[in-house]
């Protein structure tokens, strides 16, 4: 069974504070995705990273793929309340198949 | 143009039911997913088309749940004999080939 674990689960800080989330699997991914979900809509793809140890910056936002394309992480520099809302990233498969395996998420919250 | 659409945005129907679900993806795009969202948490993917074909269904949970697409256009997906533990939100993504996947805002169930 494929798995993307995601940590922490939920996180509130204030505003200007960083923070880092992480995506980990035992399986190797063709690509890597983080998506960023609000209330009553799908989620929104943030960025795509498909070289291991790259690295990728959107504004305050820096994603890296893993050296050994297992495992992410987001790290959100000076973070904003309209950071707020559910980060989630998503690994693909491409043998034999084309699917993407979501991770159970994370929930951030920053107070103003 | 126009994004992802489904319908109906909200579902409320009696255990027992059948229900329908449906996603009109971007046009021209040649792939397609649903997936389904527990309250606040990742997403579980359950099938993903290439055209009209079905290569992935693995993610289907029982064989109360199928899914056709029509034309490489529309799809629906059919949920019989619906279950409480089948309430959720399901969402559609298509994408074309392998690129970016556009989500839809998504179809809440409730199985009363």
């Known amino acids: 069974t494929q798995l993307l674990e995601q940590s922490p689960q939920f996180l509130s800080i204030q505003e200007g504070e960083n923070l880092t989330v992480y995506c980990n699997s035992s399986?190797?991914?063709?690509?890597l995705q983080w998506y960023r979900q609000e209330p009553g809509e799908g989620p929104v793809l943030l960025v795509t990273?498909?070289?291991?140890?790259e690295v990728k910056k959107l504004k305050r936002l820096t994603f890296q793929f893993g050296d050994a394309r297992k495992d992410s992480s987001l790290h959100i520099t000076a973070a904003q309340p309209g950071d707020t809302g559910l980060y989630l990233c998503?690994?693909?498969?491409?043998?034999?198949?084309?699917?993407?395996?979501f991770g159970t998420g994370t929930r951030l919250k920053v107070l103003a | 143009g126009a994004g992802v659409s489904q319908s109906p945005s909200n579902k409320v129907t009696e255990k027992g039911k059948d229900v329908e679900l449906r996603c009109d993806p971007i046009s021209g795009h040649t792939a397609l997913y649903w997936y389904r969202q527990s309250l606040g948490q990742g997403l579980e993917f359950l099938i993903y088309f290439q055209g009209n074909s079905a290569p992935d269904k693995s993610g289907l949970p029982s064989d109360r749940f199928s899914a056709e697409r029509t034309g490489g256009s529309v799809s629906t997906l059919t949920i019989q004999r619906t279950q409480q533990e089948d309430s959720a939100v399901y969402l559609c993504a298509s994408s074309w080939g392998t690129d970016t996947q556009y989500f839809g805002p998504g179809t809440r169930l409730t199985v009363l």
């Open positions: 998503a690994g693909a498969f491409t043998s034999g198949t084309y699917k993407y395996i």
């Open positions: 990273v498909v070289t291991g140890g």
């Open positions: 399986s190797v991914f063709s690509s």
